[in-house]
């Protein structure tokens, strides 16, 4: 009996900690949900070698004279294709520490691709269209997502432990437009409230 026993506490010890479903919940001082905020979860600990995947589409297309979407979270190393929609030619750009890159004009379901291998924000515009704007976010972290209209963001098969959570909004009034807290995940997975700061929404900001 005690062979048994001793067998069931070594499996038991040895099993990965639990992953859950984390909840972050972002909304300005004055109590409105505050949607294209970018929320990372960096658990404490030896980063993860897995490849980093997202269930949504590598792509920032130009329709209706913007960007959609307005704000795109990519995993690093990640490549994305910039379709234009419109019946105009665009000429895309970025002048960020991030990524600077050009893509010289083109025109209607013309296609072009970037790859992101450095993790931070990348500002887009438009060399044509001044009133276009958009933002890459390039994370080194799975456990990044957007917030919704409702102001959530769902994180998916977070890791229980301790961690560094971070929110990003373009017009964040904060340095960087990003603030840091530590967490603590349980095996049940959590919810975390995030108050901000706005500053005015700028051009380009339709989502």
Not at 146 to 173: C, E, F, I, R
Request: net charge positive; aromatic share 8%; proline share 8%.
């Amino acid at each position: 009996m005690r062979l048994v026993l001793l067998i069931v506490v070594f499996i038991l010890g040895n099993t990965p900690a639990a992953a859950a479903e984390f909840v972050a919940h972002v909304t300005t001082a004055d109590g409105r949900p505050a949607p294209d905020a970018v929320v990372a979860l960096r658990p404490t600990g030896a980063a993860s070698k897995t490849p980093i995947r997202f269930p949504w589409p590598l792509t920032m297309a130009q329709q209706n004279i913007a960007f959609d979407p307005f704000v795109l979270i990519v995993p690093l190393g990640g490549e994305v294709t910039f379709p234009n929609r419109d019946k105009v030619r665009h000429h895309v750009y970025s002048f960020s520490p991030a990524k600077k890159f050009e893509l010289k004009l083109y025109g209607r379901e013309e296609t072009r691709t970037m790859r992101f291998d450095k993790a931070g924000v990348v500002a887009v515009g438009c060399n044509i269209h001044d009133q276009m704007a958009a933002f890459i976010f390039v994370t080194d972290t799975p456990y990044t997502a957007k917030t919704n209209a409702a102001g959530d963001a769902v994180l998916h098969d977070v890791p229980a432990g301790k961690g560094q959570l971070s929110v990003w909004q373009p017009y964040m009034k904060a340095p960087g437009n990003q603030v840091t807290r530590p967490v603590t995940v349980s095996a049940q997975g959590g919810r975390e409230n995030l108050v901000i700061e706005l500053r005015a929404i700028g051009p380009g900001h339709t989502h």
